[in-house]
C-alpha cells in the first residue's frame, strides 16, 4: 500500500489542523494505521493509531485530549484532528499502515508515507 500526507502548514499556539493520510489499493481496509511525528536531529515519536475498523484508538500522552485520530474506510483515508497546537508540535507528520487490523502504540509498522510539516508558532 503507497501512503501519502497531507495538510501540514503554519499555525498559530491554540490553532488547529486537520492532517490526511490517504492510501492505495483495497487492502487499506484491513490495515490499522498509525501518526508519527519528527523532529530534526531527534528520534521518531508515536502519536496516535487506530485500528482497522475504528473501534480502537491509542495516544501518545503529550497529545491526549488534543488530537483525535479517526478514518473512512470508503475513502481510504485517515485523519488526524489537531487541536490547541502548542509550539512543542511542530514536526513533520507521518502515517504508517500494519498488515494487521490491531492497532500498535509504535511497533510493527509495515508501510510508510512521506510526511507533512506542520509548524506552530508562539
Known amino acids: 500500500v503507497q501512503l501519502q500526507a497531507s495538510g501540514g502548514g503554519l499555525v498559530q499556539a491554540g490553532g488547529s489542523l486537520r492532517l490526511f493520510c490517504t492510501g492505495s489499493?483495497?487492502?487499506?481496509?484491513?490495515?490499522?494505521m498509525g501518526w508519527f511525528r519528527q523532529v530534526p536531529g531527534k528520534a521518531r515519536e508515536f502519536v496516535a493509531a487506530?485500528?482497522?475498523?475504528?473501534?480502537?484508538?491509542y495516544y501518545a500522552d503529550s497529545v491526549k485530549g488534543r488530537f483525535t485520530i479517526s478514518r473512512d474506510n470508503a475513502k481510504n483515508t485517515v485523519y488526524l484532528q489537531m487541536n490547541s497546537l502548542k509550539p512543542e508540535d511542530t514536526a513533520v507528520y507521518s502515517c504508517?499502515?500494519?498488515?494487521?487490523?490491531?492497532?500498535?502504540?509504535?511497533?510493527?509498522?509495515?508501510?510508510w508515507g512521506q510526511g507533512t510539516l506542520v509548524t506552530v508558532s508562539s
Open positions: 504508517a499502515a500494519r498488515r494487521t487490523p490491531l492497532a500498535s502504540k509504535g511497533l510493527g509498522y509495515d508501510y
Open positions: 489499493g483495497r487492502t487499506f481496509s484491513s490495515y490499522a
Open positions: 487506530i485500528s482497522a475498523s475504528g473501534a480502537v484508538t
